[in-house]
């Protein structure tokens, strides 16, 4: 096991579930408002950070992308976040447990990919990270002002140096 991919998963659990503090104060309106985003509304953001996790999870786990569980989820914010919460830790027993040396063969549009699956986790991390920010600007649209800090430096002090 990569303690450095380690880290980056306890990262993305301590982000995810930061912001998820922040959404859950907002009176749920608030998240579905259609504003200006790579998607329309906050939940659809999160949703989609829901299902790439969980898209990308299940083909490391050599079982193709299965992601229907988010695709036709519709349940109230709450429950979102927990089953999000639940596919991040998923992803961080996958790191913990898996070679991230193997390599990772799949089609996609009619191309065939052989990809280690290290290199699948890092742009999983990344692209939750990419996303956080987005809703982070969606709120500032909406007019919220006291929003966490996600950032991996925040983590590194907050976990990394405080446990030292």
């Given at each position: 096991m990569?303690?450095?991919?380690l880290?980056?998963?306890n990262?993305?659990?301590?982000?995810?579930?930061?912001?998820?503090?922040?959404?859950?104060?907002?009176?749920?309106?608030?998240l579905?408002?259609?504003?200006?985003?790579s998607?329309?509304?906050?939940?659809?953001?999160?949703?989609?950070?829901?299902?790439?996790?969980?898209?990308?999870?299940?083909?490391?786990n050599?079982?193709?992308?299965?992601?229907?569980?988010?695709?036709?989820?519709?349940?109230?914010n709450?429950?979102?976040?927990?089953?999000w919460?639940?596919?991040?830790?998923?992803?961080?027993?996958?790191?913990?447990?898996?070679d991230?040396?193997?390599?990772?063969?799949?089609?996609?549009?009619?191309?065939?990919?052989?990809?280690?699956?290290?290199?699948?986790?890092?742009?999983?991390?990344?692209?939750?990270?990419?996303?956080?920010g987005?809703?982070?600007?969606?709120?500032r649209?909406?007019?919220?002002?006291?929003?966490?800090?996600?950032?991996?430096i925040?983590?590194?002090?907050?976990?990394?140096?405080?446990?030292a």
């Open positions: 990569n303690q450095r991919y880290d980056y998963a990262y993305n659990i301590w982000a995810n579930n930061r912001l998820i503090n922040n959404l859950q104060l907002l009176d749920n309106a608030l579905t408002k259609e504003i200006i985003g998607f329309s509304t906050i939940r659809a953001t999160i949703k989609h950070i829901w299902f790439a996790e969980t898209g990308w999870l299940s083909r490391l050599e079982k193709g992308w299965e992601a229907q569980k988010v695709t036709t989820f519709s349940g109230i709450q429950l979102l976040f927990k089953e919460q639940t596919t991040s830790l998923d992803f961080k027993k996958f790191v913990k447990q898996s991230l040396e193997k390599l990772i063969q799949f089609e996609h549009n009619g191309m065939l990919f052989s990809i280690p699956s290290r290199e699948i986790v890092h742009t999983v991390f990344n692209h939750g990270t990419y996303h956080r987005q809703v982070v600007m969606m709120m649209q909406l007019g919220i002002t006291d929003i966490v800090q996600t950032d991996y925040e983590w590194v002090r907050e976990v990394k140096i405080g446990n």
